[in-house]
């Protein structure tokens, strides 16, 4: 096989076949909100799809947030269906590593979402982030509708004028539709929380967003 840098994206025909037809099991209740992990959701509640490097800490953020029913980690923006963890840190699946939101949009706002996710991480970094490097570690956004890619794209710029005043360079984000999300193994559900001191390699720039503030 020829080499390929995993800093270097997955063409579709060189992705891992992985397995159209098994699932990954997924726990019943979420180890911290004792929420379910898996849909239908009740009414009021929508989801996001946020993916800003290693998923464990990245989680732990979201599900620290007020107004966040659940959150789970897995596997999207690429090719292989069902993928596992060590396929997805081959950087052969084109998938990044992203956490599941849940969220009840009375309590909390996509906006005041979108601020978690930029200020928790360097959106400049490309396909690594701070000493992850690879596909499965980039900066990516998956919308579930045109209000979200709307928001999305209205904070990107809000924060890139806040990044550049800094000295940071360009957001390196993907934002894209959703297509499919892919759960993760059942051990990295909330693997902070069943593992206090486990790695977290989630840190932001230190610059405030301006977004997502309710008066």
């Not at 840098?5 to 037809?21: C, N, T, Y």
């Not at 946020?50 to 690429?78: I, M």
């Not at 890139?160 to 539709?177: C, D, F, R, S, W």
């Not at 499919?180 to 486990?198: D, R, S, T």
Request: hydrophobic letters at 35%.
């Amino acid at each position: 096989m020829i080499f390929r840098h995993k800093s270097e994206m997955v063409s579709p025909d060189q992705a891992l076949p992985g397995r159209p037809d098994q699932t990954m099991p997924v726990p019943e209740q979420h180890f911290v909100l004792g929420t379910p992990l898996a849909g239908p959701w009740p009414a009021g509640m929508q989801t996001a799809v946020f993916g800003l490097g290693c998923f464990w800490g990245a989680e732990r953020k979201f599900w620290q947030t007020e107004g966040v029913f659940s959150t789970a980690v897995g596997y999207a923006g690429g090719f292989t269906p069902n993928a596992t963890y060590e396929e997805a840190c081959s950087g052969r699946t084109g998938h990044a590593e992203v956490v599941l939101v849940v969220f009840d949009q009375a309590k909390v706002s996509y906006e005041q979402l979108l601020k978690v996710f930029w200020e928790n991480h360097d959106p400049t970094q490309g396909m690594r982030q701070g000493n992850d490097v690879g596909t499965q570690y980039r900066s990516t956004i998956y919308t579930t509708g045109p209000s979200q890619a709307a928001a999305v794209e209205a904070s990107a710029a809000l924060y890139q004028a806040q990044l550049t005043a800094a000295g940071y360079g360009t957001i390196t984000t993907e934002v894209k539709p959703l297509g499919e999300f892919y759960y993760a193994e059942p051990y990295h559900q909330q693997y902070l929380a069943k593992n206090p001191n486990g790695y977290c390699g989630i840190g932001g720039t230190g610059v405030s967003c301006p977004i997502g503030l309710r008066a």
